[in-house]
Nanobody, 121 residues
Framework: QVQLVESGGGSVQAGGSLRLSCEAS????????MRWFRQAPGKERERVAI???????SYADSVKGRFTISRDNAKNTLYLQMNSLRPEDTAMYYC???????????????WGQGTQVTVSS
């Protein structure tokens, strides 16, 4: 069965750091682009970052320069390093997988259950 399991969330003060992980199983991880999303109460779901099958990454303007997405294909694991955290980063964070079609990545096919990140002021 396909599984995406996030971990690493928690509570941190503004200016602090967290590293999220997402362990994938049940599909050919190296053929998929991976995304991190977040959603806070009362807000729209936001795409935080995306990384293709070879490691090329892009970011939402709201996190650019502070967050880094990476992947370890040998471990079937996705990461999100979050630095200089702000209260507005507080949200449930989800990882998701979509087929890498070469010039672009397909919409996310598989989703994890999420991990909570809370940043206090």
């Amino acid at each position: 069965q396909v599984q995406l399991v996030e971990s690493g969330g928690g509570s941190v003060q503004a200016g602090g750091s967290l590293r999220l992980s997402c362990e994938a199983s049940g599909f050919i991880y190296s053929n998929y682009c991976m995304r991190w999303f977040r959603q806070a109460p009362g807000k729209e779901r936001e795409r935080v970052a995306i990384i293709d099958s070879l490691g090329s990454a892009s970011y939402a303007d709201s996190v650019k320069g502070r967050f880094t997405i990476s992947r370890d294909n040998a471990k079937n694991t996705l990461y999100l390093q979050m630095n200089s955290l702000r209260p507005e980063d507080t949200a449930m964070y989800y990882c998701a997988a979509g087929v890498d079609q070469g010039p672009y990545c397909a919409n996310s096919r598989y989703w994890g259950q999420g991990t909570q990140v809370t940043v206090s002021s």
